[in-house]
């Protein structure tokens, strides 16, 4: 029985929960010899609590933080070969707890303004209680964003559409364009062929015509709902956009499976 084949028995029992706190318990007990010592080292770093870091990305401080770090440099980076980001309005759609949005206003050092997501409400009343020079909104599962239509100039999602149906893929889309300025840039990650592995014949086949692999059995937006993206499916949610480019990096032994990385951009007006 292979992973793919394990994931799927244990969602159809509904295991996958329990397992889930269980490894959260690991990794807390395995990262905090590294974590203690992190804060002994950067006693003025700010740390959301364990379960909220682990929900959204892991339990590994220096991680969270100065990893946190370079992908907002390369995120700030990637979107700028696009668009001009200066005095722009940025939003980190699914923000989670502020890993990556908590160091944009330091790297752009200009006037840009920044805004974060996220339908985890204590992750958000954590990042308004402990960031600064980002503002912070509460969104529900459901597609609608408290801004105006065309208030974007640049928008990223890391790992948001990994964990939505096919439903909520097109409603999000929609929404998100909505928000987008006519010329804005958005950044999505997708689960694409390096996730491959991680689906069972019968899904393969599936994903290999074009369809969108859902494993679920948990709730919707949870860490281990996930959504696999075959490029067919995603040039279909991305039709009425200008694709840009996609950028795929190459998985590093078994531990690292990159994302896929789509750069798209809204139609100008007419």
């Known amino acids: 029985m292979n992973k793919g084949q394990i994931s799927n ?22 990262n905090k010899k590294l974590n203690k010592k992190f804060k ?17 990305f892991q339990i590994d401080y220096s991680k969270y933080y100065f990893g946190g ?9 990637l979107l700028g070969k696009h668009i001009n980001l200066s005095g ?15 160091h944009m206003p330091y790297i752009s050092n200009d006037q840009s303004s920044f805004y974060g997501t996220d339908y985890n409400k204590e992750s958000i009343q954590w990042c308004k209680k402990n960031i600064q020079k980002v503002n912070f909104n509460h969104n529900n599962l459901e597609a609608k964003l408290p801004y105006e239509d065309n208030t974007f100039d640049a ?24 928000v987008l ?7 999505i990650t997708t689960q694409g062929e390096n996730f491959r592995p991680k689906l069972i014949e019968e899904e393969r086949k599936k994903f290999d015509q074009g369809e969108l692999i859902i494993k679920g059995n948990v709730k919707e937006g949870h860490r281990t709902y996930s959504a696999f993206h075959p490029d067919l499916f995603l040039e279909l949610l991305f039709k009425e956009v200008n694709i840009l480019d996609k950028i795929v990096i190459s998985p590093k032994g078994k531990d690292y499976l990159p994302q896929d990385r789509w750069l798209l951009k809204k ?4």
């Open 155 to 178: 928008i990223y999602g890391i790992s948001i559409f990994t964990h939505l149906s096919k439903e909520m893929h097109f409603n999000w889309f929609n929404e998100l364009k909505r």
């Open 40 to 56: 002994k080292d950067n006693p003025e770093i700010l740390l959301p609590p364990d379960y909220l870091m682990y929900e959204s």
């Open 267 to 270: 139609k100008a007006l007419v």
């Open 9 to 30: 028995t244990l969602r159809q029992y509904r295991l996958l929960y329990p397992l889930d706190k269980l490894r959260y318990v690991l990794e807390r007990n395995k």
């Open 88 to 102: 722009g309005k940025i939003l980190d759609w699914g923000c989670g707890p502020g890993r990556i949005i908590r």
């Open 181 to 187: 300025k006519p010329g804005g840039v958005m950044l």
């Open 69 to 77: 770090k370079t992908t907002a440099e390369w995120i700030f980076k």
